[in-house]
Structure formats: C-alpha cells, structure tokens
C-alpha cells in the first residue's frame, strides 16, 4: 500500500523559500510510471495544481506559478521535495503530496503551512 | 476562480438521492476523465470517482459517476448523514497540461 508523509515548517517568512518533503512508502520514487506531485488548498482559492514531475524528468507547473516553483526527486531517501520561492500570504495553505497508482489518486495528510512575520 | 464550475452547495434528506454537477470545457472534461473526490474537515481528500465512473476499492456503490461532453455528475443514493461533507471534482487540462479542479459543492443532509 503505498502511502505519503509531508513535512516541513508550518511557518515561513514573507520572501523567503517554502521548502516541503513527501516521504514515500510502498512505492519508489525511481518508477517510470508514476507522477509526483503537490497540490494546495487555501480558504480562498480551494484545491491547486502546484505541478509535477516523472522520474524520466517530464514536468510541468502551474503558469501561475512556474517562475517560483521546483519539484525534485531525492532517490537515496525515496522522497520528492517542493520549493516555492518568494512566498506572500497568498501561499499560505495545506499543501499536500500526490500522486496516483493504477488511475487512483494517494494523497498525504497534509501539512500546513503559514507565511507570516 | 475555479476552472471547473460546481455549485457551491446542495442538500438532502437521508435516504433520498442527490446529483452533484461539475461543468468544464472541450480541453478539461469534454477530453479527459474525471475524478470526484469527498473532503471531510481536516482532512485530505479521497477518492470516490476515477475515470469518470469508476470506484476505488471500499467505496459503496452509493456513489456513482457519469461523464457527457463537458459536464459530468456524481450521484449519491440513499443519503447518509455520515455522507455530509465537500466534494469537488477535476480533471486533466490539456492546454494547462496540468490538474485542474472544482470549487467545491458543500452538501448538507438534512
């Protein structure tokens, strides 16, 4: 079964990076077949798509935030990683890993992160 | 703004059978699957709907799914309270290459 652990700070300054880890079990991260991938929620802009990444290094983010936004993969400790630079209030949310096995989504508990002074 | 549209509320009584609709356009819904998911508070979203109609294992056959051209639907019969929750709906977007989603339709069982 797989499943996906989320960590990282829950609090962040204004203008610094958001740096999230998903921790993946029952699954390897070096697979050819699956995605991985993050995804937000904020009280005021419900669920969204941050973006992906394949082992093959096919990716893709969200326009509106592609400028500030790397997902990687670290192998060695089969996790995914996301960085979100520049961070404003409006990034305050639960950020949560994905990713889906045989068309059905796996998504971690979430982890909450605030932007804040 | 969401790229799908839900309504942001529907209710129901135990027992009776409620439809929840998700509307898109030709790049989202009108070519790609659809997956309905139900949100409890606190928690992350699961799974009810793959594929447009398809059910994960350990979901009732309670729940079902359709798709047709741009729209899509997920019905729920013999409502529960237990089933009062927020579901959204989403789907793969080909000129955004990526997730999109609905707003959310908050139902309540009254």
């Known amino acids: 079964q797989v499943q996906l652990q989320e960590s990282g700070p829950g609090l962040v300054r204004p203008s610094e990076t958001l740096s999230l880890t998903c921790t993946v079990s029952?699954?390897?991260?070096?697979?050819?077949?699956?995605?991985w991938s993050w995804i937000r929620q904020s009280p005021g802009k419900g669920l969204e798509w941050i973006g992906y990444l394949f082992y093959s290094g096919n990716s893709n983010y969200n326009p509106s935030l592609k400028s500030r936004v790397t997902i990687s993969l670290d192998t060695s400790k089969n996790q995914f990683s996301l960085m979100l630079s520049s961070v404003t209030a409006a990034d305050t949310a639960i950020y949560y890993c994905?990713?889906?096995?045989?068309?059905?989504?796996?998504w971690g508990q979430g982890t909450t992160v605030a932007v804040s002074s | 703004q969401s790229v799908l549209t839900q309504p942001p509320s529907a209710s129901g009584t135990p027992g009776q059978r409620v439809t929840l609709s998700c509307s898109g356009s030709s790049s989202n819904i009108g070519s790609n699957h659809v997956l309905w998911y139900q949100q409890l508070p606190g928690t992350a979203p699961k799974v009810l709907m793959y594929r447009s109609d398809q059910r994960p294992s350990g979901v009732p056959d309670r729940f079902s799914g359709s798709k047709s051209g741009t729209s899509a639907s997920l019905a729920i019969s013999g409502l529960r309270s237990e089933d009062e929750a927020e579901y959204y709906c989403?789907?793969?977007?080909?000129?955004?290459?990526?997730?999109?989603f609905g707003g959310g339709t908050k139902l309540t069982v009254l």
């Open positions: 029952g699954a390897s991260v070096s697979s050819g077949s699956h995605y």
């Open positions: 994905v990713t889906a096995i045989d068309g059905v989504d796996v």
């Open positions: 989403a789907s793969w977007d080909d000129s955004l290459r990526g997730r999109v």
